[in-house]
């Protein structure tokens, strides 16, 4: 199986900051690489697929980028609306699988 | 789009229960669908991924032998029959759509889910 390691685990940032979370694949998976935002008690919501596309009605403070094994998702200017916890998701091969989440907190 | 999942609750370890998954507001016989679950204060579990017509359907190790994913068509329903169920399959299980492009080329990542439904296997 593929593992999806997300770096860091947590983040304590303030409105404005601007993240950037990494994702590592532990074998190259092309471009197969999405991102979802996830806040408490609801389900998440994709943000970026194919490492770089922007979801429709996305905020264009967010981007994906890379390729391979290392991906990297940026918010630009963090928004309070922002705050919750990110994932990683590989769908280059079954079974398809998630990073652990990085979850963005209020500083 | 919608998606409404149904038919959690609780369970005896061991026991069976088929989760339900209503869709609505696009042509669900279009689109592979899935299953993904997250235990309480864990991370996403993708479960099981099914083609649009059924002929292809696939596991995680962990549910392969226990679990079952289909679909009717007719009915725009998605299905999870799940049997010896245990603890660690105690989550919230989310059905998904798997999404395509403008062009119909399937996407590999989920655009839509539902609210979940909550499976808690105890005794």
């Known amino acids: 199986d593929i593992q999806m390691t997300q770096s860091p685990s947590s983040l304590s940032l303030s409105v404005g900051d601007r993240v950037t979370i990494t994702c590592r694949a532990s074998q190259s998976i092309s471009s197969y690489l999405n991102w979802y935002q996830q806040k408490p008690g609801k389900a998440p919501k994709v943000l970026i697929y194919a490492a770089s596309s922007v979801q429709s009605g996305v905020p264009s403070r967010f981007s994906g980028s890379g390729s391979g094994t290392d991906f990297t998702l940026t918010i630009t200017s963090l928004q309070p609306e922002d705050f919750a916890t990110y994932y990683c998701q590989q769908s280059y091969t079954t079974p398809w699988t998630f990073g652990q989440g990085t979850k963005v907190e209020v500083k | ?123």
């Open chain 2, 1 to 123: 789009v919608q998606l409404v999942e149904s038919g959690g609750g609780l369970v005896q370890p061991g026991g069976s229960l088929r989760l339900s998954c209503a869709a609505s507001g696009f042509t669900f016989s279009r689109h592979w669908m899935s299953w993904i679950r997250q235990a309480p204060g864990n991370g996403l579990e993708w479960v099981a991924n099914i083609k649009q017509d059924g002929s292809e359907i696939y596991y995680v190790d962990s549910v392969k032998g226990r679990f079952t994913i289909s679909r009717d068509n007719a009915k725009n329903s998605l299905y999870l029959q799940m049997n010896s169920l245990g603890a660690e399959d105690t989550a919230v299980y989310y059905c998904a759509r798997i999404a395509k492009s403008e062009m119909g080329i399937i996407r590999r990542d989920f655009d839509y889910w539902g609210q979940g439904t909550l499976v808690t296997v105890s005794s």
